[in-house]
């Protein structure tokens, strides 16, 4: 599973990042976390406001912080 967080490295990116971390370790599953933070990239993944997150490919969230909740619905979805 790769899912991917994208945003310049605002707080809001980084507390994305720390709880897709948290959420997969809780969750005792294998993914490989990437961060996205080069603004061609961002865009070329259809993100216009930032945080957002990608997993598999599919954009699961842009412009808003997701729970822990959430986080674990879309990673569910994608599984």
Not at 29 to 57: C, F, H, R
Request: proline residues 4%; charged residues 35%; aromatic residues 2%.
């Amino acid at each position: 599973m790769e899912i991917k967080v994208l945003g310049p490295g605002c707080a809001k990116c980084k507390a994305l990042y720390k709880a897709v971390a948290e959420t997969i370790e809780e969750m005792g599953i294998s993914a490989e976390v990437k961060k996205i933070e080069k603004l061609d990239e961002i865009i070329d993944a259809g993100v216009m406001l930032t945080p957002g997150l990608m997993i598999n490919g599919k954009l699961k969230a842009s412009g808003k912080m997701p729970g822990k909740e959430d986080i674990k619905k879309y990673i569910k979805q994608e599984s």
